[in-house]
């Protein structure tokens, strides 16, 4: 079998020495797979996500990137191996146009470099999101919550990443516009770019990833081909088997999923 493009192996990482907010994790990727991450807040998946791009090094265990341990290596480094981490929130200088705001996330040193990285990749995120040419002059800042998550993609897009670590991609977002993006990130599969998205909901990731892992408590609760599982396992494994709820709260966390207000 091919190389793993990405081995999360044995990591326990947390924010204190001792005090781990994720144990004992163990991941693996291929090329061209995406990986949806699933957990209730507080359930460690973004401190997996920062563990994998680098902001956080873990105590124990390894994050491999082709083979290769990355040990300490920076998040920008890890970005320029094709490793690249979209935060919560929308990454966007307000200050700034979004044409501008492309070509100072390409990380070219000069000017012509910037347009030479943004053209090569300009049919791709023009094409995914036309509203951000339509934009190009607009200040970032001015933009929707909805048009700011669609630049931070870009913005992410530009840097050339092989494999892409999306956190919360549709927090605060209205359904249509949360629609929109997954629409992106599927296009973004069939041109063989790898992902691992994290959300609180498993609906939208199930449709858009063939590997579903649970977090519960810092812990993999699940770890699965999307084919091979289902809606009630991610429930046992969202809420441990110890305290399954009745619908009522489960539904209550899919409304929350699926109702932010916010375009
Ligand atoms: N900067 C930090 N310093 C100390 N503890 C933190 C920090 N960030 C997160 N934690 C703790 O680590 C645990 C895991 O948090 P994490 O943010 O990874 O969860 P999450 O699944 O991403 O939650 P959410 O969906 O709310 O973003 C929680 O107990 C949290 O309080």
Request: proline share 3%; with cysteine; glycine share 12%.
């Amino acid at each position: 079998m091919a190389e793993q493009l990405l081995k999360v192996n044995k990591v326990d990482a947390g924010y204190r020495r001792g005090a781990h907010a994720i144990r004992d994790i163990n991941l693996g990727l291929h090329a061209g797979d995406a990986l949806g991450v699933v957990g209730m807040n507080g359930a460690g998946k973004s401190t997996l996500m920062a563990t994998i791009a680098g902001r956080l090094v873990p105590e124990n265990g390894t994050v491999e990137l082709e083979g290769r341990d990355l040990g300490r290596m920076s998040p920008d480094r890890r970005a320029r191996q094709g490793l690249v981490l979209l935060p919560e929130g929308h990454q966007v200088i307000g200050a700034l146009t979004v044409e501008q705001n492309l070509l100072v996330a390409s990380g070219a040193r000069t000017f012509r470099g910037a347009r030479r990285r943004l053209a090569a990749v300009a049919d791709l995120v023009y094409g995914l999101f036309p509203i951000l040419a339509d934009r190009a002059d607009q200040l970032a800042g001015l933009m929707s919550g909805g048009e700011q998550q669609m630049l931070s993609i870009g913005r992410a897009l530009v840097t050339g990443p092989r494999l892409l670590l999306l956190d919360e991609p549709s927090l605060g977002l209205a359904p249509a516009v949360v629609d929109r993006i997954y629409d992106a990130l599927t296009d973004l599969r069939r041109e063989q770019l790898s992902l691992v998205v994290v959300e609180q909901n498993d609906t939208r990731l199930r449709n858009l990833c063939n590997k579903i892992v649970v977090l519960n408590s810092g812990v993999v609760t699940l770890s699965a081909a999307t084919e091979d599982t289902d809606k009630d396992a991610i429930r046992r494994a969202y809420f441990g088997a110890s305290h399954l709820p009745g619908d009522a709260v489960l539904a209550s966390h899919e409304a929350e999923g699926d109702s932010h207000v916010q375009g």
